[in-house]
């Protein structure tokens, strides 16, 4: 009875209209646009880490040398406050908290196909060794960059896979 469902679950999953993201490999769609996407730089560490994150987010999804044909432009807001007050007064607990604004801009007609805004925070534990603290705020910086990098890649996508579908319509 167990080797009848998966067939019937693959079958079901077909008619149901689901299409892999990146179909059709590097010559796909979505994968040739990411690659047609360039970043500008963003100001701060924030930002160089944000811009590599997305450079290699970008590049890895459709390979690199394609003529730019969109451009992403964002703008961060990276903010670290004290949370968790302990009883000498001194602060227990930071959140950490990048959110970024983005919007893909069409270079040949100058039009704005995509304006959103993508986030992520993260708690530190404030610990007696002052480097620490640091190591723990750089690294949480590092990792939400990555995060918020990956969401803005993935609403970018979906954005230029409903522009290829429009215009495979359109044909």
């Known amino acids: 009875m167990k080797w009848l469902i998966a067939p019937a679950c693959a079958l079901l999953l077909s008619a149901c209209g689901l299409q892999p993201m990146y179909a059709g490999g590097a010559g796909g769609a979505v994968a040739q646009g990411l690659a047609a996407v360039e970043v500008p730089a963003i ?3 924030a930002g160089w ?3 590599n994150a997305l450079v290699d987010r970008l590049g890895a999804a459709g390979g690199q040398g394609a003529p730019a044909r969109y451009r992403l432009d964002v703008r961060l807001d990276d903010k670290l406050e004290g949370l968790g007050l302990l009883s000498d007064d001194t602060i227990g607990r930071e959140r950490r908290t990048l959110r970024a604004r983005y ?3 069409d270079l040949a007609t ?4 995509l304006d ?3 986030g992520s925070d993260a708690g530190i534990d404030v610990v007696s060794s002052e480097y620490a ?3 723990a705020e750089q690294t949480a910086l590092e990792n ?3 995060s918020v990098a ?3 890649v993935t609403r970018v996508s979906l954005q230029l896979r409903g522009a290829a579908r429009e215009a495979s319509a359109g044909q």
């Open 43 to 45: 100001e701060g560490r």
């Open 49 to 51: 880490l944000m811009r």
């Open 103 to 105: 919007q893909l801009v």
């Open 110 to 113: 100058g039009e704005i196909l």
């Open 116 to 118: 959103a805004t993508a």
């Open 133 to 135: 603290t640091i190591a």
């Open 144 to 146: 939400l960059s990555k």
């Open 150 to 152: 990956d969401r803005i």
